[in-house]
């Protein structure tokens, strides 16, 4: 069988998110069957250490006023880009995130190679990228464009520039990859795109089964912003107290958010119920799932898949999760966890005190989910990746 060269692009080499996991699981499926792989990413990296990634151009401030321009155009990436294409001759290009330091334009150096996206998230078609517009209203039936995406008439006309600018660069994308069903829907929905769509579910390196030990720990991973609901656990957590005095809830992440639930908590009085871990490396997270009772998932907006569930689930620890986006593809209510109304303090109040007071519930969906995430393996993922880039490749070469 054909080995292949392929280029991944991002716009961070750091451990950011999902979608830097989501790379590194992808990279380490693809190495194991002998493929060169290599990396494309900007510099910046607010860490201690070295990036992932092969190759860097020089990423800029996204503080700067010159970043609404950069983000339509980057001359860096850009220039580095071609250089790269020259030297390394990649069979495959694969982009994932390329907003916010790589800029889309980098497809302008891209000529007969075939070329796949993985729709991580809602940029294409979003402006705030979250499906959730400046004034903190959601897009609840469709996503459509208004003044309230940007807060401004001029963000909304350089948004509206942006997207034409867009989608014409996105022609030259060969094939587009959809984490989950909810996500390619979205996009066909919109019509910004007009190459095919295939759905791939995200893989992770599954874990052994843990025993539940600790039957009254909460747990939530992820990052802390507006979108991710983390506000309706913590007021959910003050009523589910009045029941269970003794509950304990970890967060683990950081974000913009942060100063803001540390103070609902203590307006709720929960400092010695809620514990903010901050930001921890992935391999550590592996602790925390295994000391929680379960998992919540409590997005307000669309998740394109929500890896921290998936990884809960393999190691047998059930889910409560917003039936919102991609979450019901993974989380099969009443069977390994369960799907509550998106906001819903009271509706997320009794699905968590269903696991906490009913222990053989909590131990059935707790298997259940063992079993059930083993279809989302690194494994498979990589066997999907793999016979995508040999079809696209056998078409081209």
Known sequence: MKKLKILFINDYGYQLGGVEISILNQVLGLKKRRHTVKIFTSDNNPSDKPLFS?????????????????????????????????????????????????SPTVLLAVRNTPTVFTLHSYELICP???????????????????????????????????????????????????????????????????????????????????????????????????????????KATNKIKEVIPNIRVDIVGDGPETEHLKSLCKSLDLQNTVFFSGKIENNDVIDYYKNCTF?????????????????????????IGSNLGAIPE?????????????????????????????????????KFGYKYSRKFSTDINTNNIEGLYFELTNKTL
């Open 54 to 102: 092969n190759y860097t151009f020089k990423g800029y401030n996204e503080k700067s006023p010159l970043r609404w321009f950069n983000r339509v155009f980057y001359i860096s990436s850009y220039l580095k880009l071609k250089q790269v294409l020259r030297e390394y001759e990649p069979d495959i290009i694969h982009l994932h995130n390329i907003f916010y330091q790589v």
């Open 128 to 234: 705030t990228g979250v499906i959730i517009k400046q004034d903190g209203s959601r897009c609840v039936t469709e996503v459509k464009h208004d003044l309230r995406c940007t807060g401004s008439v001029k963000g909304y006309i350089y948004e509206k520039i942006k997207q034409e600018i867009h989608r014409l660069l996105f022609k030259k994308v060969t094939m587009y990859i959809a984490p989950s069903e909810s996500i390619k829907k979205d996009f066909t929905n919109q019509r910004i795109i007009s190459s095919p769509i295939k759905v791939i579910y995200n893989g992770i390196e599954l874990s052994k089964y843990e025993p539940i030990l600790n039957f009254n720990r909460i747990l939530y991973v992820g990052r802390l912003s507006k979108e991710k609901g983390v506000e309706v656990l913590l």
């Open 295 to 319: 998992l919540v998932v409590p997005s307000i907006c669309p998740e394109s898949f929500s890896l921290t569930g998936v990884e809960a689930l393999s190691i047998g620890r059930p889910v």
């Open 330 to 366: 993974w989380l099969i209510d009443k069977k390994c966890g369960y799907l509550f109304t998106p906001e819903s303090v009271s509706n997320l109040v009794e699905k968590s005190l269903v696991l906490l007071k009913n222990k053989p519930v909590l131990l059935r969906m707790s």
